[in-house]
């Protein structure tokens, strides 16, 4: 499957965002927020590689789209990263050509992200992506579906969100667009990079009203296994309605202590809960992708 464009980027992004909410189970935020996108993308949730000789696939399928100037999931990047240095050589030069003559926000965060990931030393890149992140943990929007009595979301747009829109003159698809897609991409991406330097950003984000914002955040702290940030991400859940604090609290599955394993299974529900921790005895990394 291929998709050019914009499209292709809010694609990208929110196959990986799905990916993760696919597992703690929030059909009604799927057949809401996303009603057309659903079934492929868990189609392609499917389709993930796993094994040493469909990594070796996925790594050449990567390297041979960014040749062609596109790629499709991170999976492939963080398994260049993790498994084939000589692959790094053949593809930073590539992305970073890409980077100067791309003029799309999203691609070149999405490619500076990967960038950094690969450990390209030049200041550029993680700087773009610090300059897209800020604004997402700074955001100050009400989450986009009303949230009920009991902590869990509707099918109802928030009237709060949509005065907000009005207010930053957006209309309610434009707002939906920056809250689903771009925020929470930019704090994927900065997370993405696996650079300590993403800490104190990723902390604040945990603030976010927009629950997509603070489970980047919390995945992102604990792929970079900041055992200091597990006691902020119980705090954060704490303070979450229950839908969002089941989505921030799956991270706590990749922290050991007690405390942390105490609020998993406070937070996150059976099957979900079982889920989350085959995801991480098979070797996904808390942000979903498979090195």
């Known amino acids: ?37 659903a079934a492929s993308l868990v189609q392609v949730q499917g389709q993930t590689d796993s094994g040493s000789s469909a990594k070796v696939n996925r790594i050449e399928n990567t390297i041979a789209d960014i040749k062609e100037g596109k790629f499709f999931l991170l999976d492939g990047i963080e398994a260049i990263a993790v498994t ?7 593809v930073i030069p590539l992305l970073e050509a890409q980077f100067g003559s791309n003029q799309d926000i ?21 700087s773009f992506l610090v300059a897209q992140a800020i604004p ?19 099918k109802e747009p928030s009237p709060d969100f949509l005065k907000w829109a009005a ?19 930019a704090i994927l991406m900065l997370a993405f990079a696996q650079d300590a330097r993403a800490i104190p950003i990723l902390r604040r984000a945990l603030a976010s009203e927009n629950f997509l914002i603070a489970s980047e955040a919390a995945k992102g702290l604990a792929d970079l296994g900041d055992k200091d940030s597990a006691p ?23 922290f050991d202590s007690q405390a942390a394993k105490r609020a998993f299974d406070l937070y996150v529900p059976e099957p979900y809960a079982s889920m989350a921790r085959k995801g991480r005895s098979d070797g996904q990394t808390a942000l979903g992708s498979i090195p």
């Open 84 to 90: 084939a240095p000589s692959g790094r050589a053949d």
């Open 167 to 185: 207010d930053h003159h957006l209309s309610a698809n434009q707002a939906f667009e920056k809250e689903f897609t771009e925020e929470p991409g």
């Open 136 to 154: 997402a943990a700074e955001d100050d929007a009400p989450f986009f579906l009303r949230v009920d009595e009991k902590g869990k979301m509707t």
């Open 232 to 254: 902020l991400i119980i705090e954060a859940c704490s303070k979450a309605p229950a839908d969002a604090a089941t989505q921030i609290a799956t991270s706590l599955v990749y």
């Open 1 to 37: 499957m291929r998709i050019e464009g914009k499209k292709a980027v809010m694609f990208r992004v929110s196959n990986h965002l799905l990916r993760q909410w696919i597992v703690c189970g929030c059909a009604t935020f799927i057949s809401v927020a996303l009603p057309a996108w």
């Open 106 to 126: 999203s691609e070149k965060d999405r490619i500076a992200g990967s960038l950094v990931r690969l450990g390209d030393k030049d200041d550029t890149y993680w």
